[in-house]
Nanobody
Framework: QVQLVESGGGLVQAGGSLRLSCAAS????????MGWFRQAPGKERELVGG????????YYTDSVKGRFTISRDNAKNTVYLQMNSLKPEDTAVYYC??????????????WGQGTQVTVSS
């Protein structure tokens, strides 16, 4: 059974940092792409960024470039989302996702359950 389990969410003040983790299990993800999405109340789910598990190459949506960093630890089968200089508009439920090809939208093979990030002003 494939599982993506996020952790690390919470409440932080504007300008602060959080690191989200996504622990993957149940299959090999070595050739997969992993992504982070977020969904704020009343808004559509949006792609924050992604990473190739094999090469480590990353990409990000413009609103988080320079503030967020995605990385992976092959030994731990875990993907991370380091979020710095957080803003109130970053408040959302953050989801981890896994897909066989580059993640560009919400049609992915696997989803995590989500973790809440709240940024206070």
């Amino acid at each position: 059974q494939v599982q993506l389990v996020e952790s690390g969410g919470g409440l932080v003040q504007a300008g602060g940092s959080l690191r989200l983790s996504c622990a993957a299990s149940g299959r090999s993800f070595s050739r997969y792409y992993m992504g982070w999405f977020r969904q704020a109340p009343g808004k559509e789910r949006e792609l924050v960024g992604g990473i190739s598990w094999s090469t480590g190459s990353t990409y990000y949506t413009d609103s988080v470039k320079g503030r967020f960093t995605i990385s992976r630890d092959n030994a731990k089968n875990t993907v991370y989302l380091q979020m710095n200089s957080l803003k109130p508009e970053d408040t959302a439920v953050y989801y981890c996702a896994g897909h066989r090809t580059v993640i560009t939208g919400g049609n992915v093979d696997y989803w995590g359950q989500g973790t809440q990030v709240t940024v206070s002003s």
